[in-house]
């Protein structure tokens, strides 16, 4: 009888994005093809790690363990640390290893990243908790164009993210995003579509296959598309392929690929865009590990192309396995 890899399905963890980690592990669990044998890894939000309905060490966890698919989101499971622990007892695992998931995890420095490859992407200021003094919030008002978007720099599923018009709306925005970083991304707004792209290396014998641009549509009027509106059906809808023009189209798959390429990021990723009607196409942020749940865009965007869930996750621990 041949041995079945087994599949370490990492989930949970100590973000802000628990609930949604543990949506996309359990899509993983659901969907491995039937030559792998998985092992749910669940992490609290305590960060204790559990197999088996028992507390380990990682080391315990993941004894026996052939290659982990890496379901966790936000701190820890996205900024380098989990793939630290992961290269300290030598599991391969899918997704970005650890220097370049820090990188993709900060805002503030992805956004440095973007300037140096003339990656358009919109004018921004960080802030740090320690440097915020009682006319910060006013300086901002006065020299910066308005309204602007007030977000963690680290974190996703834009969690701590708001739109301020007032100066009391900026004053109330950045302490709401200092509960989440200790430092706060100031970005200047920009209308227009929402529109979100996937690659995936070595897929369909490309070095880096891109997947096609979705378009989403948020039905809650707010100015942008907010973590309700993220994983509820009823309050947003996704267009793959969405309604851009061949050049939008060609520019969004183009600055996707270069973002993956740029940030040195591997195995798969997503960024994300705003197509502004007149200022064309801005780059607004690269997840390393976007979401897997059954409203995320990634699997939409699989589909779309003929693919499936179980063709991802079998290609992608086929990469993690050849590291």
């Given at each position: 009888?041949?041995?079945?890899?087994?599949?370490?399905?990492?989930?949970?963890?100590?973000?802000?994005?628990?609930?949604?980690?543990?949506?996309?592990?359990?899509?993983?669990?659901?969907?491995?093809?039937?030559?792998?044998?998985?092992?749910?890894?669940?992490?609290?939000?305590?960060?204790?790690?559990?197999?088996?309905?028992?507390?380990?060490?990682?080391?315990?966890?993941?004894?026996?363990?052939?290659?982990?698919?890496?379901?966790?989101?936000?701190?820890?499971?996205?900024d380098g640390k989990v793939?630290?622990?992961?290269?300290?007892?030598?599991?391969?695992?899918?997704?970005?290893?650890?220097?370049?998931?820090?990188?993709?995890?900060?805002?503030?420095?992805?956004?440095?990243?973007?300037?140096?490859?003339?990656?358009?992407?919109?004018?921004?200021?960080?802030?740090?908790?320690?440097?915020?003094?009682?006319?910060?919030?006013?300086?901002?008002?006065?020299?910066?164009?308005?309204?602007?978007?007030?977000?963690?720099?680290?974190?996703?599923?834009?969690?701590?993210?708001?739109?301020?018009?007032?100066?009391?709306?900026?004053?109330?925005?950045?302490?709401?995003?200092?509960?989440?970083?200790?430092?706060?991304?100031?970005?200047?707004?920009?209308?227009?579509?929402?529109?979100?792209?996937?690659?995936?290396?070595?897929?369909?014998?490309?070095?880096?296959?891109?997947?096609?641009?979705?378009?989403?549509?948020?039905?809650?009027?707010?100015?942008?598309?907010?973590?309700?509106?993220?994983?509820?059906?009823?309050?947003?809808?996704?267009?793959?392929?969405?309604?851009?023009?061949?050049?939008?189209?060609?520019?969004?798959?183009?600055?996707?690929?270069?973002?993956?390429?740029?940030?040195?990021?591997?195995?798969?990723?997503?960024?994300?865009?705003?197509?502004?009607?007149?200022?064309?196409?801005?780059?607004?942020?690269?997840?390393?590990?976007?979401?897997?749940?059954?409203?995320?865009?990634?699997?939409?965007?699989?589909?779309?192309?003929?693919?499936s869930l179980s063709e991802?996750?079998?290609?992608?621990?086929?990469?993690?396995?050849?590291?």
């Amino acid at each position: 009888m041949s041995h079945q890899t087994i599949v370490g399905v990492l989930r949970g963890g100590p973000s802000s994005e628990y609930d949604v980690s543990l949506k996309t592990g359990a899509t993983v669990l659901r969907n491995l093809p039937e030559h792998y044998a998985p092992a749910d890894i669940f992490i609290s939000k305590e960060g204790e790690w559990h197999t088996t309905g028992l507390v380990r060490t990682p080391e315990q966890a993941l004894k026996g363990i052939d290659v982990v698919f890496n379901a966790l989101h936000g701190e820890f499971g996205e900024d380098g640390k989990v793939q630290k622990v992961l290269d300290d007892v030598s599991v391969p695992y899918t997704g970005s290893g650890a220097l370049a998931s820090a990188l993709g995890m900060n805002k503030a420095l992805t956004k440095k990243v973007y300037a140096q490859h003339g990656i358009k992407t919109p004018y921004s200021v960080a802030i740090r908790k320690e440097q915020y003094g009682a006319g910060t919030a006013r300086e901002l008002f006065m020299s910066f164009p308005q309204p602007s978007v007030i977000k963690p720099v680290s974190g996703g599923s834009s969690i701590g993210v708001t739109i301020a018009y007032t100066l009391g709306d900026i004053e109330e925005a950045i302490g709401n995003a200092f509960l989440y970083s200790e430092v706060v991304l100031v970005e200047e707004f920009v209308g227009g579509k929402e529109a979100s792209c996937g690659v995936i290396d070595g897929f369909r014998e490309q070095d880096v296959y891109v997947l096609m641009p979705t378009e989403i549509i948020d039905k809650t009027n707010n100015d942008i598309w907010g973590y309700e509106s993220k994983y509820s059906n009823d309050l947003h809808e996704i267009r793959t392929p969405g309604d851009f023009s061949v050049r939008e189209k060609g520019e969004i798959q183009e600055l996707t690929r270069l973002a993956h390429q740029v940030l040195g990021l591997r195995h798969y990723s997503r960024t994300d865009f705003v197509v502004h009607p007149k200022r064309g196409v801005y780059v607004l942020e690269t997840n390393t590990l976007p979401g897997l749940t059954e409203t995320s865009l990634f699997p939409h965007a699989l589909e779309a192309g003929g693919s499936s869930l179980s063709e991802f996750f079998d290609h992608t621990l086929q990469l993690a396995l050849r590291k």
